[in-house]
């Protein structure tokens, strides 16, 4: 099992920058130019406690999907998506968001383990860590670029 911890600043209140990590709008954002589709199970633009979302992408030559499911939720302080159904071992990803003086501090959490395949387990011990890794920092620029300027009234109004 494998450990990514990062943390992030972004200079916006711990409520705006909450409901922008769980706004279904940015993942799909995120996912658009990557060769990767994302799709979720909510009734709202907003993902909630037992609610699923579902990554289909394409590593190692192979299609992988993973369907998550939110298992925590205490808004606006945290929520953890964990893997119900796909191809890693295990995943469990936690965000944690405090406010402090000049804004909010994410600390992502994950745990996760390597594709159940022969193929994946060779090249996710080298990959899969980095991937999550830049998947993780870019959908906090992401974040950063809505919750730091106007942009962000568009998608939470």
Do not use: C
């Amino acid at each position: 099992m494998s450990k990514i911890h990062i943390t992030t600043f972004i200079a916006a209140p711990v409520e705006r920058v909450f409901d922008l990590s769980r706004h279904l709008a940015l993942y799909k954002f995120l996912f658009q130019n990557r060769n990767e589709k994302f799709s979720a199970a909510t009734g709202s633009n907003l993902i909630a406690k037992n609610e699923t979302m579902s990554i289909n992408v394409k590593h190692a030559g192979k299609t992988r999907v993973s369907l998550l499911k939110i298992t925590e939720f205490m808004k606006p302080l945290a929520f953890t998506e964990e893997q119900v159904k796909g191809d890693l071992e295990n995943f469990k990803h936690e965000h944690h968001f405090r406010q402090i003086e000049n804004g909010t501090i994410i600390i992502d959490i994950l745990d996760f383990g390597r594709p159940r395949d022969l193929i994946g387990k060779l090249l996710g011990k080298v990959y899969l860590k980095k991937y999550l890794e830049q998947l993780v920092l870019k959908r906090n620029e992401v974040i950063r670029s809505y919750a730091e300027t106007e942009k962000w009234r568009a998608v939470l109004s």
